[in-house]
């Protein structure tokens, strides 16, 4: 059985992307350009990897540590771009880092109860 569009997870971590992206505008934070630009370049990866995770038929132990691994620089990015005061989005890439990394891992341990199953 094929899982391509089928696991919700993608599309959660699709979603969670979508929302990064679209931060800046929604609260008016466009003129912060390392907040800003940090959300259009994480978010749009975040959700492109979602697609790229959700189009394959058994997404990789690979494709999904490439998700972890930007959930993980998602939560760093306000300190490393220096914009806490940015509070909003700095809010929205803690928690969407959070959430990235705990699909994602609930993502890699249901794969593994799979693999275990069937084997």
């Given at each position: 059985?094929?899982?391509?569009?089928k696991?919700?997870?993608?599309?959660a971590?699709?979603a969670?992307?979508?929302?990064?992206?679209?931060?800046?505008?929604?609260?008016?934070?466009?003129?912060?350009?390392?907040?800003?630009?940090?959300?259009?370049?994480?978010?749009?990866?975040?959700?492109?990897?979602g697609?790229v995770?959700?189009?394959?038929?058994?997404?990789s132990?690979?494709?999904?540590?490439?998700?972890?691994?930007?959930?993980?620089?998602?939560?760093?990015?306000?300190?490393?771009?220096?914009?806490?005061?940015?509070?909003?989005?700095?809010?929205?890439?803690?928690?969407?880092?959070?959430?990235?990394?705990?699909?994602?891992?609930?993502?890699l341990?249901a794969?593994?109860?799979?693999?275990?199953?069937?084997?």
């Open positions: 059985m094929s899982t391509a569009f696991r919700w997870q993608d599309w971590v699709v969670i992307g979508v929302a990064v992206f679209v931060t800046p505008f929604v609260f008016g934070e466009t003129s912060s350009s390392s907040a800003a630009y940090s959300a259009y370049i994480l978010g749009g990866l975040v959700a492109v990897v697609l995770s959700a189009f394959l038929a058994n997404a132990k690979i494709v999904e540590g490439i998700v972890t691994g930007l959930g993980v620089i998602l939560f760093f990015t306000p300190w490393l771009f220096g914009f806490t005061a940015v509070t909003a989005t700095s809010w929205v890439s803690w928690i969407a880092g959070v959430l990235v990394v705990g699909v994602s891992g609930f993502a341990l794969e593994r109860r799979q693999q275990t199953v069937i084997n």
